[in-house]
Structures are given as structure tokens and as C-alpha cells.
């Protein structure tokens, strides 16, 4: 059975680090999420801002283990497993990121990526030597 006590005692305790769910549950009410974006995007973004302050917080809910070996109890808040959210990503993000540095070259290289407009990739396409040369 789920303790609320004991999730907001462990909630209490987390309270002095910062955080970004921290950062979007005070502040996060002031902005429109959805400006600008096309409807179903504004949704997605709407959703994932109000699930990370949630995060492991007991507003999702939680479980209780108990130790087959000494009978002590572990709060166990449940996450949002949403894969924008920085508490429950970190872990798939460090295990990348270290896929990544394995694969890189032994030696210093830039990797630079240039956006152009679209109106460009007719003109780019025809004269590619010319503007971007060997690459």
C-alpha cells in the first residue's frame, strides 16, 4: 500500500537539490506551452512539462518493498518513464553517450552540421562543388 507520508518525507529531503522539474513546477504555469506549435505538438509539449515535476515525486504513485531478509521497508515512488524527462533518461543517456565515445576517432576532428533554407537545395544540389566543395 502506498504511504504518502513517507513519500512526501523523501519528497522533503530531495527538496534542497535543483532541479529542472523543480525549476518547471514554480515557474513552468507562466508559459504557454503550445504557442506557435502545431496543434498536436503543443499537446505532446504540454504533457511532457506537466509529467516532470510530477517525476518520482508520490503525485504518480509508489509502492512499498519489503526485505525478505530483514523486514525493513523501501519507498518506492513510481516515474513518469517519459523519455524527455531528465530524471527518468539519465540513465539510457550516460549508456549513449558512452556508445558514442567509443566510437569516436583517436584524434581531434570537428563535426559541423550548416542548415540552409530549402529554397537553397536546388542550387546547392546543382553547383555543390562549387559552393561546398569536397566535403
Request: proline share 3%; aromatic share 6%.
Amino acid at each position: 500500500m502506498f504511504d504518502r507520508k513517507a513519500a512526501n518525507r523523501q519528497r522533503e529531503t530531495a527538496a534542497q537539490r535543483l532541479s529542472i522539474a523543480k525549476v518547471i513546477a514554480e515557474y513552468g504555469g507562466d508559459v504557454d506551452y503550445r504557442d506557435g506549435l502545431p496543434m498536436r505538438a503543443g499537446d505532446r509539449t504540454a504533457k511532457v512539462m506537466s509529467l516532470i515535476p510530477k517525476c518520482r515525486t508520490g503525485a504518480l504513485g509508489g509502492c512499498t518493498w519489503q526485505c525478505r531478509d530483514c523486514d525493513s521497508n523501501q519507498l518506492v515512488l513510481k516515474s513518469c518513464g517519459d523519455r524527455h524527462c531528465p530524471t527518468c533518461s539519465a540513465t539510457s543517456r550516460y549508456r549513449w553517450h558512452e556508445q558514442l565515445l567509443s566510437w569516436a576517432i583517436g584524434c581531434d576532428y570537428l563535426h559541423q552540421v550548416v542548415t540552409v533554407p530549402h529554397e537553397l537545395n536546388d542550387l546547392i544540389a546543382a553547383n555543390h562543388k562549387r559552393l561546398i566543395g569536397d566535403v
